[in-house]
């Protein structure tokens, strides 16, 4: 089954800038993925999924890359705010072709 | 638009004792999960149901068992409580199961066991 490793735990970014979460993964058969943001005291909210035929999609000051020939996934924040902090998880599925498989998350800080 | 409700929001139990966690979701989705959620270890999988009455296991289902008495509704029961155990119990729901289904995650239960 997949397994998906996340980094960098911690990310504090200013104001402005842009924040970029990297998660690799060991099954090059693996066809979907998606990232979650997880506000404090809250669930997690899905921000965007990607299918492995897809390289970049870009959504709403959120970029996506896939590099399957690496086996790695990026979430880039583009002019982070402070809305944007919170702790971001990358995931993928599991050995149950249900449910998913979650990275470690990434605690993001956003500061003026 | 949809919502997922968990209840309690707050458990806190004794070492031993059976508690029940519950989750409702108006998405009308067939597939719920229960996921436990600790700090450093991110989340991982205990029971899911693909439809009404189905209970299927996940990585982590020993210690405890579950119930989909709805399609609405599935619940969680820690069915011996550890000491000083915390974690946050995280239901979730999709619309079809399998690797391409996205999911909405509820906004938790915080277990702690004195």
């Known amino acids: 089954g997949e397994q998906v490793e996340q980094r960098p735990p911690h990310l504090s970014v200013r104001e402005g800038d842009s924040a970029i979460i990297i998660c690799t993964y060991t099954d090059s058969a693996t066809a979907y993925f998606s990232w979650y943001k997880q506000e404090a005291g809250a669930g997690l909210q899905l921000l965007m999924s990607v299918l492995s035929n897809v390289d970049r999609k870009e959504e709403q000051g959120l970029t996506v890359l896939l590099n399957k020939k690496d086996k790695r996934l990026s979430l880039n924040l583009t002019a982070a705010h402070p809305g944007d902090s919170a702790v971001y998880f990358c995931a993928g599925p599991n050995n149950y072709a249900q449910g998913l498989t979650f990275g470690l998350g990434t605690r993001v800080s956003v500061f003026p | 638009g949809g919502i997922i409700t968990q209840t309690p929001k707050f458990l806190i139990g004794q070492e031993g004792q059976k508690l029940t966690l519950k989750c409702q979701q108006n998405f009308n989705h067939d597939t719920m999960y229960w996921y436990r959620q600790d700090s450093g270890k991110g989340l991982r999988l205990i029971y899911y149901s693909i439809t009404e009455n189905d209970l299927q296991k996940g990585d982590l289902s020993e210690g405890y068992d579950a119930s989909r008495e709805k399609k609405s509704s599935f619940s969680l029961t820690v069915t011996s409580a550890q000491k000083n155990e915390m974690a946050v119990f995280l239901c979730?729901?999709?619309?079809?199961?399998?690797?391409?289904?996205?999911?909405?995650f509820g906004p938790g239960t915080r277990l702690t066991v004195l």
């Open positions: 979730a729901s999709s619309i079809r199961g399998g690797n391409y289904a996205e999911q909405f």
